[in-house]
């Protein structure tokens, strides 16, 4: 039996087991991919104090710093449902090899996935072009052109945030109207450097080898098939949070996102939630590492006051 498991092995779970190690207490680690969506990162300039790294590098000394303590770190080893049981008082999680771990305490940590277009150039050039995060990779396309696949909030937010840097930002999005907040897509209309194009479908990312130059689309309306001359494209169409396996079990928000109180808390007693998995709406890696720390500090808080 665990005092204080973590499940999930990007930042969020790093930061939490570093944090219940140092405490003394018994801490395991169960992890899909241990390093979660930074193992997928090329550069990264935003994680304050380092200037520039690159993802694997990232992941590299994350692992070196959890191995410093004495965490129980179970890699490829995907969790398949959390319950309490009520009996013992102890948090169950159950393997999809079958079997269950036991701990007094969990911290979910499961992170999220950028839903992807499913078009031909898409994996090609994810990194060299294609990209996900706006806060992360914009400044990487100062003064040149960009797309923004994708009409809801986060992607007028993406062409708002985007015009500020880049030469030009045009916007896709597939349906006939636009899905934002009204104040944003005023706001985005009133720019002079977006362009934004309803009922287009995305078909395809062209590149040449090492770096994406255009993007094809069609338009819906009329069937006419475009092409865009760009150096990158911001996919925005949804971020899920990897918690299929918690549906019905704990308190998700309508798109999934497990439900988090200012200590971590959740609607299960003894488990905690970080990262990119709850609710908290910005999604970064030092944002990650914050809130696994703030998540294993609420558990051991909780730990102290049980009875012995
Ligand atoms: P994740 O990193 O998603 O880790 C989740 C962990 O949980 C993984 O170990 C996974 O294997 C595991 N897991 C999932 N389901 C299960 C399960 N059922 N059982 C067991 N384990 C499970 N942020 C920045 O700050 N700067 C950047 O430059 C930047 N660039 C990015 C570029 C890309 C391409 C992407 C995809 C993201 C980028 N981000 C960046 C965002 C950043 O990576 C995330 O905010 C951060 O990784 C979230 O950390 P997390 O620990 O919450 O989740």
Known sequence: TYDFLVVGGGPAGAAAAIYAARKGINTGLVADRFGGQVSDTMAIENFISVKATQGPKLVASLEEHVREYDVDIMNSNKAS?????????????????????KSKSVVLATGARWREMNVPGENQYRGKGV????????????GKPVAVIGGGNSGIEAAIDLAGIVEHVTVLEFADTLRADDILVRKANSLTNVTIITNAQTTEVHGDGTRVTSLSYTDRGTG????????????????????????????????GEIIAGSRGETSITGVFAAGDVTNNPYKQIIIAMGSGANAALGAFDYLIRQDV
């Open 224 to 255: 006419e098939h475009h092409s865009l001359a760009l150096a990158g494209i911001f996919v925005q169409i949804g971020l899920m949070p990897n918690t299929e396996f918690l549906q019905g079990e704990i308190e998700l928000t309508n798109r």
């Open 131 to 142: 990209a996900y995060c706006p806060h992360c990779d914009g400044p990487l396309f100062k």
């Open 81 to 101: 449902k959390v319950k309490r049981n009520e009996a013992t008082g102890l948090v169950e999680v159950s393997l999809e090899n079958g079997a269950v771990l």
